[in-house]
């Protein structure tokens, strides 16, 4: 790969293609979850700009649904599962470029402090948009979108902060750009760092027990997202001190998992 660029979830040539988006809604969503989790110094204008927009999207996108699985998750995991090979993982040389050249736990620090104040921002700004319509009852039926729309954004914050905690720290995981963003997603629904014992070069598809374990760490995301329905500021506070405690437990477990990985013996 050619140093200062980002590991996109595009794949080599001859290798599986990333699953796309079947319609124009749907890859709206993606690029704008995409724009949103790479924004670390992103003004909060823009960012609620940006947050409106995937709310729309994610409405038309839901329509076409079923009401039963939405309601269950199965197609909120169904649209993270296609949004996270697209996400843009930064390579170590692009990661030192953006981080005045620091490397091993000074840069993987300031990645954790980066990843936190956006995780935080996205819960304060939605905690904002969820109390104004709080205040407002005819626009409250616009706050489910809203929150799903963070949800999303903060996944896709903490996967892509994985990847390249794995990056920083020189731990490969092998299988094409689908396959690793596969493999870093379910590290995220687990709350860990990737298996090195589970097998990575499988099917790009999740198998059904990770896409369940997917949905479930979504709605568990959703639900902690609901704290920002609270009246005024509250929702703002809470939203946004909630996802930076997430966020650092996160970097912590998956920090202690790739120490060890780094210990094990090489298999050649």
């Excluded at 927009?53 to 995991?77: E, I, N």
């Excluded at 953006?98 to 921002?121: E, F, I, M, N």
């Excluded at 009852?137 to 706050?143: G, N």
């Excluded at 997202?225 to 477990?253: D, E, I, M, S, Y």
């Amino acid at each position: 790969m050619t140093p200062g660029t980002d590991r996109s979830s595009q794949d080599q040539p001859g290798r599986p293609a990333v699953p796309g988006p079947e319609t124009e809604a749907d890859a709206e969503v993606a690029e704008l979850v995409g724009k949103l989790s790479g924004a670390g110094d992103m003004d909060g204008a823009e960012r609620r700009r940006l947050l409106g927009r995937l709310s729309a999207a994610l409405v038309k996108a839901r329509k076409r649904a079923r009401t039963s699985g939405v309601a269950r998750g199965r197609w909120l995991a169904d649209m993270f599962a296609a949004i996270a090979p697209r996400l843009p993982i930064r390579d170590f040389a692009t990661l030192q470029e953006h981080h005045y050249g620091l490397s091993g736990d000074a840069l993987a620090d300031d990645l954790v402090r980066t990843a936190g104040k956006a995780t935080t921002a996205v819960g304060a700004i939605g905690g904002v948009l969820a109390a104004a319509e709080f205040a407002a009852p005819p626009l409250l039926l616009s706050a489910p979108a809203q929150l799903v729309a963070e949800t999303l954004v903060v996944a896709a914050i903490e996967v892509k902060l994985i990847a390249e905690l794995y990056e920083v720290y020189g731990v490969q995981v092998p299988g094409t750009g689908s396959q690793r963003a596969m493999a870093f997603t379910v590290a995220w629904s687990k709350q860990r760092g990737v298996d090195p014992l589970a097998p990575t070069s499988v099917q790009v598809a999740l198998g059904a027990a990770a896409k369940i374990a997917l949905r479930n760490r979504l709605m568990r995301t959703l639900g902690r997202h609901l704290t920002t329905l609270g009246p005024f500021l509250t929702g703002a506070v809470a939203g946004g001190a909630l996802n930076r405690a997430a966020t650092k437990r996160l970097a912590q477990a998956v920090r202690a998992d790739l120490q060890r990985q780094r210990a094990l013996p090489s298999a050649g």
